[in-house]
Nanobody
Framework: QPQLVESGGGLVQPGGSLKLSCAAS????????IGWFRQAPGKEREGVSC????????NYADSVKGRFTISRDNAKKMVYLQMNSLKPEDTAVYYC???????????????????WGSGTPVVVAS
């Protein structure tokens, strides 16, 4: 069964860093673009970043550009999100998601996501 499992979330102070990991199993990760989404309390889920199937192209939401870095290791079936200079507004549950679609200049939208992880919470607070 295809599965995505996130890890690495937690409590961090403003200005701190976290690295989220997404472990894929049960499908050929190298055929899929991967996106990181987040959902803050009381808000809709939003796209944060995405990476093409071979890692050649990446996209970031304006709110995280310059602070977050997405990467992947297809041999290890892993995708990562390095988050630096964290702000309280980054507090959310973070999800990784897999899609066969890649639009180039924007991340895959939710309706074309094939697989979702169950999420890992990130709390940025002092």
């Amino acid at each position: 069964q295809p599965q995505l499992v996130e890890s690495g979330g937690g409590l961090v102070q403003p200005g701190g860093s976290l690295k989220l990991s997404c472990a894929a199993s049960g499908f050929s990760l190298d055929l899929y673009a991967i996106g990181w989404f987040r959902q803050a309390p009381g808000k809709e889920r939003e796209g944060v970043s995405c990476i093409s199937n071979r890692g050649v192209s990446t996209n970031y939401a304006d709110s995280v550009k310059g602070r977050f870095t997405i990467s992947r290791d297809n041999a290890k079936k892993m995708v990562y999100l390095q988050m630096n200079s964290l702000k309280p507004e980054d507090t959310a549950v973070y999800y990784c998601a897999a899609s066969r679609y890649w639009y180039g200049s924007s991340c895959p939208v939710e309706r074309v996501i094939a697989y979702w992880g169950s999420g890992t919470p990130v709390v940025v607070a002092s």
